[in-house]
């Protein structure tokens, strides 16, 4: 079992980086979207928060139990931070697409929402890394 200081080290770590990303969000997201709804930039605040503490809990598994294979803290990091808001994408797509195109335009491709998965992917990484710096890593399980 994992050790649950370890644990709660990193879904602490989590949890600060979410409010921080979160906070950012909740106060620039409305030079983005004139009339976005405080309902959206207090989800975005708690959506980060909860991304966060999922890659702090998910940073205590280092081996994959089905395809036998180590899992690095990038590649779970990254994995769940894009999995978290290409998720979010669906929920709240037709505000996203608003805020994509007020911020590029009618653009073509560059107007999905689906651009936030790339965002996803890239703050999961930042906070896997700053998660895996200050907490430390789970376990190895070695191939057995």
Known sequence: ???????????????????????IGLIVLPYFIADVSWLLRWGILFWYITVGAIIGV?????????????????????????????????FAYDDLQAAMLQIVGNQGVLGSPFWFTLEGAIVGYVMGFIANRLGREGPIRVKG
Request: no cysteine; hydrophobic share 60%; glycine share 8%.
């Open 58 to 90: 998910f940073g205590v598994v280092t081996w994959h139990p089905i395809v036998k294979l180590p899992m690095p803290w990038w590649f779970r990091a990254t994995l769940v931070g894009a999995w978290m808001n290409f998720v979010l994408t669906f």
């Open 1 to 23: 079992m994992a050790d649950k200081t370890l644990v709660m080290t990193r879904v602490a770590i989590g949890n600060s980086i979410g409010f921080v990303v979160g906070l």
